[in-house]
């Protein structure tokens, strides 16, 4: 009896101790905190990491020295968030200030990263990259079947018809994934298409402990989710559309393959913690590429979760493709600039959507227009108000089209929409040369843009008529529009400020007005204050371009399973596309009308080709090693090399700050130089023969002012297949450049004329440095 009593006495002083310590912990602010540990310090006696982990939290806890061994161990188990497995070594945990303090000074502690928020950044866009049936990429890929795409996201709405298992092969017998129950999502809603749902948010709910998650499973509440995953491996949807515009066939870019998709970004919030432990949950499961549009600003490489985890992924040879952000236009504004990763730019496609204004006299007049109200108005009275810029004069219009002109820029126009669109008229027509228009064509207004030239046929029929009006017919999808691909305005610009020495961001892909599939319960838009909802959305953003890339890749992983990341990514560096539809050099609309070739700051080696890098001839390897000599040779230190690598050591005897990689990146920014003093860069490649067996390849090099650019030696003679050669290239020029960004190419050529392997080169006089 009394042995019971006893036992009833120590479980009611543990229920005690428990509540004084979150009693007392109020009063002590926690937050979350990424621990990494030295695992050659754990002792034999535990059977594994959680358990250390467990252990070490316990030893620290505030309420350690006044309780029970078990009271401290259920309190650390409270507290641990996740163990992770790959990303890191260590684990996350809510801690207070004292009880980090204290975790600093155990045996194995290498060091901590605070908890941080995140933020996340088709039915044409294939057949604008050239994947038709007949595509080269998707025969030798087969749609890119058995592949696994996994995505960091907001989750997946398991309904859509993208998600299909229509067509798909059996499940990999490599897939260790599953299909986590959760509210309104049971594993009965996964099939052969999407393999795997997971979600996170224990770092979330620790940060905030009253919040309440609306949807607490893997089912997409927010929509960004099931929209990058249908765009990079949907399935067939046939006459997807967005309320008329974008009608066709929808599919992501590698159809045949597998979509897990791990939530961890929630209306809530998001933080790092939950992000790491969905990509090592990832790596565990066994996917081929990860997606991953989301990113920071403005931390370095080894507080960077992305990087932490990216690094990993690469160890285990896992594609990791990321969005370069939506900062643009202005240089320096690029996150996940990881030198182990494809960084992803946005650009246009050639497609447009617009509106037809037929005239009282007949005139047909077309403009660019996202309106999702009536398709059409006839016979509606039309009158010109020059510059618009009077609300109370626009009140008093009525029921009348509109036409604005005087718009020079951005801020003009946006002036002009804002007023006609709140004067309660019928529609508005806006005459402008400013040619990044995206962001004003809108969805619950209807605006017209047109052209300076049909903005003077329109306001001419207006001056001469005496009742002028026009017919407005919307829900217009214009193909073929020259000249694409463009570089958006939002696409955040190079060079990286974690990473300085390696040329971000690497490649573009569509990213602008991308149609995907969508929540059927979420509003895509509004009508007269009505929402409206669809199957499908209309998006921009990196968020768009980054699948893109991860669906590219997963092809050429299925194409050639024995290559690399890094070969993989040198692939689709060295074979895009740097002219556009018009045969022109690829432009970048950021600034307004100042219309300028695009450089590899903005675009990387340009826009993506999936058939050209099905089959490269060359490619520049990079692996882990490689990329801890380019760590080694920055500022970091040991102790922050081995939170990226993970490794208990680090061999930092070969430092070198010249990655083998397929892309230059030279800086001339010595402000207190003298005027005359010369300086030169140099960088050394070794390149793989992928193509045939014997072959030359022959360099040549755009010319590039103010600077001169020579290659050594400038040809390079093959004789087996797989074969590597060096090269060292050399720029010489001023101490400090006149110009704020001068770029070329280098091309490797080889004499049967299949191959042109390129690379962009950059000069800069700016200086990256984290804010």
């Known amino acids: 009896m009394a042995t019971r009593r006893n036992v009833v006495l120590h479980k009611l002083w543990i229920c005690f101790i428990i509540f004084l310590y979150f009693s007392t912990e109020s009063l002590s602010q926690t937050d979350n905190y990424i621990v990494h540990m030295d695992l050659s310090v754990m002792p034999k006696l535990f059977a594994g990491q959680h358990h250390w982990y467990l252990s070490t939290l316990a030893s620290v806890s505030d309420v350690a020295g006044m309780s029970t061994a078990s009271a401290a161990t259920l309190t650390a188990s409270s507290k641990l968030l996740y163990s992770y497995t790959h990303v890191v070594n260590g684990f996350s945990a809510s801690l207070t200030p004292s009880e980090l303090e204290a975790l600093k000074k155990s045996p194995g502690y290498v060091s901590s990263i605070k908890d941080l928020p995140v933020k996340h950044d088709t039915t044409h866009s294939l057949e604008y990259l050239g994947l038709t049936p007949q595509s080269a990429v998707w025969t030798a890929s087969n749609y890119g079947d058995g592949v ?112 897990a998709m791990y939530k961890a970004l929630w209306d809530e919030g998001s933080y790092t913690t939950d992000i790491i432990a969905a990509i090592d949950q990832a790596i565990s499961d066994g996917v081929d590429v990860l997606s991953i549009s989301l990113g920071l600003d403005g931390v370095p ?13 690469m160890e285990k040879n896992i594609f990791v493709s990321t969005s370069a952000g939506n900062e643009g236009p202005f240089h320096t504004t690029l996150h996940n600039g990881i030198p182990w990763v494809l960084t992803v730019a946005a650009g246009t496609l050639d497609r447009d959507f617009g509106a037809v204004l037929t005239l009282g006299n007949g005139v047909s007049i077309a403009g ?22 009077t609300k109370s004069e626009l009140i008093k219009i009525g029921p009348k089209i509109v036409v604005c002109e005087g718009a020079f820029d951005g801020n003009d126009l946006s002036d002009q929409v804002e007023n006609v669109s709140s004067a309660n008229v019928t529609a508005g027509v806006f005459i402008t040369n400013f040619t990044d228009t995206e962001g004003f064509i809108g969805d619950g207004f209807p605006v017209v843009i047109v052209s300076l030239k049909d903005g003077k046929t329109i306001t001419d029929y207006i001056k001469n008529s005496n009742s002028p009006q026009a017919t407005a017919e919307f829900r217009k999808t214009n193909l073929g529009i020259k000249p694409a691909p463009r ?80 070969a993989i990514r ?94 230059f990146i030279a800086y001339f920014n010595e402000k207190n130089s003298p005027s005359n003093l010369t300086i030169v860069r140099e960088f050394h490649r070794t390149v793989t023969n992928v193509g045939e067996g014997i072959c030359s390849y022959t360099a040549s090099v755009t010319p590039m002012s103010g600077l001169k650019v020579s290659v050594m030696p400038d040809k390079l003679e093959f004789k087996t297949k797989y074969e590597k050669l060096s090269y060292k290239l050399t720029i010489e020029g001023p101490a400090l450049l006149d110009k704020t960004v001068t770029f070329g ?27």
Not at 368 to 377: K, P, R, V
């Open 745 to 771: 190419y280098l091309d490797w050529a080889d004499s049967g004329g299949k191959h042109v392997v390129r690379s962009p080169i950059a000069a800069t006089s700016l200086s990256p440095e984290l804010s």
């Open 570 to 663: 040198s692939a689709m560096v060295t074979t895009a596309d740097t002219m556009d539809n018009s045969m022109e050099p690829i432009k970048d609309i950021g600034f307004g009308n100042r219309i300028i070739p695009a450089s590899p700051l903005d675009m990387g080696a340009g826009q993506v080709n999936p058939n050209n890098a099905l089959d490269p001839g060359l490619i520049y390897d990079v692996n882990a090693t490689d990329y801890v000599r380019l760590l080694c040779a920055t500022n970091f230190t040991e102790k922050q090399i081995q939170v990226i690598t993970g490794s208990s050591s680090t061999d930092c005897s070969n430092p070198s700050n010249d990655l083998n990689y397929p892309s």
């Open 301 to 313: 490489l080894n507080e960077d979760p992305i990087a932490l985890a990216s690094f990993a992924a």
């Open 487 to 566: 570089v958006t305005s939002y696409s955040s610009r190079g060079p990286s400020a974690s990473c300085p020495l390696v040329m971000k961001p690497d490649i573009m892909a569509p990213g602008s007005l991308i149609l995907a599939a969508w929540p059927q319960s979420i509003e895509v838009g509004s009508n007269n204050s009505h929402p409206l909802f669809s199957n499908f959305n209309i998006l921009s953003g990196t968020s768009m371009a980054c699948p893109h890339a991860a669906g590219v890749a997963a092809l050429l992983r299925k194409a050639h399973p024995d290559w690399s990341p890094a």
């Open 148 to 259: 696994i795409i996994g995505l960091v996201d907001t989750g997946v709405w398991p309904e859509s018809e993208s998600y299909s298992d229509h067509g798909m092969s059996e499940i990999p017998e490599t897939w260790r994934g599953e299909c986590e129950v959760g509210a309104q999502f049971n594993s009965s809603l996964c099939n052969k298409k999407l393999i795997g749902a997971r979600f996170f948010n224990k770092g979330l709910i620790a940060k905030r402990p009253n919040v309440t998650i609306s949807m607490n499973s893997t089912r997409d509440t927010e929509g960004h989710g099931t929209h990058t995953s249908s765009t990079a491996a949907g399935n067939y949807v046939e006459g997807a559309s967005y309320f008329g515009y974008a009608t066709g066939t929808a599919s992501g870019v590698a159809p045949r393959a597998h979509v």
């Open 368 to 389: 660019s227009s996202f309106y999702l109200g009536s398709s059409s108005f006839s016979e509606v009275p039309i009158v010109f108000k020059d510059g618009c810029h």
